[in-house]
């Protein structure tokens, strides 16, 4: 199954009722237009708990990225697991 983004930026990994992706994270069912989609190329993302650094992708989990910010020395963020999941 492809790999559907949501508005959030999350991955719409679950499906409703209807058959429609859904965001799991944030509990919202809005795709994202392919205009919105960043590309991540490139770019980093930083564990927001103990700062390890991989390379961004939509499929890290709890991943956002940092349009806002998208300067030399700026960070997507994600969540690697290091303190655990609950
Ligand atoms: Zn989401
Ligand atoms: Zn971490």
Redesign the pocket.
């Known amino acids: 199954m492809d790999e559907v983004i ?1 508005k ?3 991955i719409g990994y679950g499906r409703t009722a209807e058959g429609k992706p859904y ?1 799991l ?4 069912e809005e795709v994202a237009d392919e205009k919105d989609v960043i590309d991540l190329t490139g770019r980093k993302a930083k564990c927001s708990s103990c700062g390890h650094i991989t390379n961004s992708s939509w499929s890290l989990p709890f991943f956002s990225p940092r349009e806002e910010f998208n300067q030399s020395g700026e960070y997507d963020s994600y969540y690697c697991g290091c303190g655990g999941w609950d």
């Open positions: 949501m959030c930026g999350h965001c994270v944030c509990d919202c």
